[in-house]
């Protein structure tokens, strides 16, 4: 019965690598979130999408590609993984894109 | 200017005592006013939500908006221990990107 789920919880890989993020929720909701919180603890956004569709892309190298096969899911693939993408990388949905987010528990990234 | 701002701590209170998180917003435009709880090593919380001026309160929460001054607050009264976390703001609608403040750290004292 979770609500936002996230696979894998931990990623330990080489730098160079590509990997995939997998992201559900069950809610029922519109609007789904990716975002970094990196050492510092800060929580940027890198991506949202409403009903599928990309609503927000901020200023995050093309090496990240979200997909969202349907408003349930949002997976994160992230190509030629770097030293500096080591971070928690948190999924969320809302209601609608103004609404209160819940947030999955998190994948802990660590390139070596 | 940062889009939205938070003193980051710690702010250490006593138990018992009233806690007082702020967080200042710069776009005017803005709708929807979110306090979440994050505990270290996990994911933030949604506690409060808020979306006209005036006070909310929740059980031992309080959030309070004021847009003509662009703050919003949260007040933890009666603080526990188990308070102690870190208390991110968010700010939603206007030209808002979604961006969360920075956190505030508020430890609770036994």
């Known amino acids: 019965d979770t609500a936002v789920s996230q696979t894998p919880k931990y990623l330990v890989t080489q730098m160079g690598n590509d990997k995939s993020i997998k992201c559900e929720q069950n809610l029922g909701h519109d609007t789904m979130y990716w975002y970094k919180q990196d050492s510092k603890k800060f929580l940027k956004i890198m991506f949202s999408y409403n009903n599928k569709e990309l609503i927000i892309n901020e200023t995050v190298p093309n090496r990240f590609s979200p997909k969202s096969p349907d408003k349930a899911h949002l997976n994160l693939h992230i190509n030629s993984l770097e030293l500096g993408d080591s971070a928690v990388y948190f999924c969320?949905?809302?209601?609608?894109?103004?609404?209160?987010?819940?947030f999955g528990p998190g994948t802990r990234l660590t390139v070596l | 200017q940062k889009e939205v701002e938070q003193n980051s701590g710690p702010l250490s209170v006593p138990e018992g005592a009233i806690a007082s998180l702020n967080c200042t917003y710069s776009d005017r435009g803005s709708q929807s006013f979110f306090w979440y709880r994050q505990y270290s090593g996990k994911s933030p919380e949604l506690i409060m939500s808020?979306?006209?001026?005036g006070d909310k309160e929740d059980g031992r929460f309080t959030a309070q908006l004021n847009k003509a001054s662009q703050y919003v607050s949260l007040l933890i009264r009666d603080s526990q221990p188990s308070d102690s976390a870190t208390y991110l703001c968010?700010?939603?609608?206007?030209?808002?990107?979604?961006?969360f403040g920075t956190g505030t750290q508020l430890k609770v004292e036994l």
């Open positions: 969320a949905s809302s209601q609608d894109s103004a609404g209160g987010q819940f």
């Open positions: 808020i979306y006209s001026n």
């Open positions: 968010r700010v939603a609608g206007g030209g808002n990107k979604l961006t």
